[in-house]
């Protein structure tokens, strides 16, 4: 255990389990209100989600991933052992209650609904990651160049056509491209798009494990305690003080839990009989160090349903959605076919040095995360199921956990994200 004396000496006012993007954002917050602050984590140092993930501060992704007509998609990729979609069937009588919910979340008014909660956290995104960043120094790694996705098909561009027209409505600037203005904005993709859509709010970071170091640093440094260790279950059994209990048999307790613990997280809502529907949407990529080409940009792939980020630490090429549960071992051929693509569509990448990497997206399955009390016990506050956009809505998240922590009325009313409308 790490400690340091002011926190070490009272009863911390927070508990943070979990020391990912999100935890630690949290944890940020907590502690510039002036809280006392501990945070439990099993390797603080270790690998993570957060430190694999493309690098996009994608705010303009504010439609759910259960878009309509994508259960049918889904079937005929599953048929494509490598394709962009698989699921273990082992996992699917695990998954089944969350895979129902999946397919309902496409429904009209579900997705519309859906779509404007999202939008209400990410166009907030930029007031609260820019202090975040300027506080840890992350802004001379910070890129706001906008992304491109890049369509090769006119038959593809024409069927996302509504879902971009309702994504304009929901406050996201867009401005379509021609061939040729794709090639202009991005000269290293091969000559094959015929559409590209220019999102202009879009932004990327020059390496998420690099971002997740520095706030780590500088919540040391503002005074948290670190704890190592595993969280197995919660106990509010003090309800002015409940713990964390740890696999070591240790106990740690504060005024408030904040639990963060990404893709972990459902066991520990469980234990105090709070309900969530939280699976691991594992994915894939590959860094290549010593790329060679020149890109500015993180470029989306609309139809093979992967991204190229040209991150400070090579370019990263990934995507997939894989469900086969948070131990099966990965199957890095998935990270393998996806630079398959990209070398077809960034002719002449160099691989020299290429690193495979997977990690778990904390995936509900209306795409939205569960930030709120838990309605058994308000001292215990959740923070989790960012699926696709926990780096995005990290600082976000952070933000209205402390204001729940300080008792002030969020930012934002949080109903949409409460874990009660998990409740059967
Ligand atoms: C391929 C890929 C690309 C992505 N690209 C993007 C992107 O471009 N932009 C974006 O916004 N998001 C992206 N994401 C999603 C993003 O990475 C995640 O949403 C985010 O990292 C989740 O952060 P987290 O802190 O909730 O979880 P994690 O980073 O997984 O952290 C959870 C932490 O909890 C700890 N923990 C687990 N169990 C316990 C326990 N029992 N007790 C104590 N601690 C525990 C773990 O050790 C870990 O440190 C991507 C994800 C993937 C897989």
Redesign the pocket.
């Known amino acids: 255990m790490q400690t340091n004396t002011r926190a070490s000496q009272a009863t911390p006012d927070v508990v943070v389990?979990?020391?990912?993007?999100?935890?630690?954002?949290c944890a940020w917050s907590a502690l510039k209100d002036g809280a006392i602050v501990t945070i439990?984590?099993?390797?603080?140092e270790?690998d993570?989600?957060?430190?694999?993930?493309?690098?996009?501060?994608?705010v303009t992704e504010s439609t759910p991933i259960s878009v309509h007509g994508l259960f049918f998609k889904a079937a005929k990729w599953l048929f494509d052992p490598l394709g962009p979609l698989s699921l273990d069937w082992k996992h699917v009588p695990a998954a089944l209650p969350w895979l129902i919910e999946f397919q309902k979340a496409s429904r009209e008014d579900r997705f519309r609904s859906i779509s404007h909660a999202l939008a209400k956290l990410n166009n907030r995104v930029y007031d609260d990651i820019v202090p975040m960043f300027k506080d840890i120094g992350a802004m001379d790694t910070f890129y706001r160049r906008g992304a491109l996705t890049v369509y090769e098909t006119d038959e593809a561009f024409r069927a996302d056509s509504s879902e971009w027209a309702f994504k304009r409505e929901l406050g996201v600037r867009l401005k379509t491209m021609t061939a040729a203005e794709v090639r202009d904005c991005e000269p290293s993709l091969a000559p094959v798009f015929r559409h590209g859509v220019f999102l202009e709010d879009w932004s990327?970071i020059g390496d998420?494990r690099q971002l997740?170091t520095q706030l780590r640093e500088r919540i040391r440094e503002l005074g948290a305690q670190f704890v190592v260790?595993?969280?197995?279950a919660l106990d509010p059994s003090d309800a002015l003080l409940p713990a964390?209990l740890?696999?070591s048999g240790e106990r740690v307790s504060g005024r408030r839990l904040v639990v963060?613990?990404?893709?972990?997280?459902a066991?520990?809502a469980h234990s105090i009989g709070d309900r969530v529907l939280l699976d691991s949407?594992?994915?894939?990529?590959t860094t290549l160090p010593a790329h060679g080409i020149s890109l500015s940009r993180?470029v989306i792939f609309a139809e093979r349903k992967f991204?190229a980020?040209p991150l400070d630490i090579g370019l990263r090429i990934?995507?997939?959605a894989e469900f086969a549960g948070l131990k099966a071992l990965p199957n890095y051929r998935r990270s393998d076919a996806l630079l398959t693509l990209g070398k077809r569509f960034l002719p002449g990448i160099n691989d020299q040095g290429a690193l495979r990497?997977?990690?778990?997206?904390?995936a509900t399955p209306d795409s939205l995360p569960v930030i709120g009390r838990s309605p058994r016990v308000p001292a215990i506050v959740y923070?989790?199921?960012?699926?696709?956009?926990?780096?995005?809505?990290?600082a976000t998240t952070g933000a209205l956990v402390a204001d729940l922590l300080a008792n002030r009325t969020p930012g934002i009313p949080l109903d949409d994200y409460s874990i009660e409308r998990f409740r059967k």
């Open positions: 389990i979990g020391g990912g993007i999100v935890g630690l954002a439990v984590d099993p390797d603080f270790g993570r989600t957060s430190h694999g993930n493309a690098g996009g501060i994608a990327h998420p997740v260790g595993r969280a197995t964390a740890l696999a963060a613990a990404g893709a972990w997280s066991g520990l949407e594992r994915g894939y990529n993180e991204v980020t990934g995507g997939a990497w997977m990690g778990h997206r904390p923070a989790f199921g960012h699926g696709h956009l926990g780096l995005t809505q990290s």
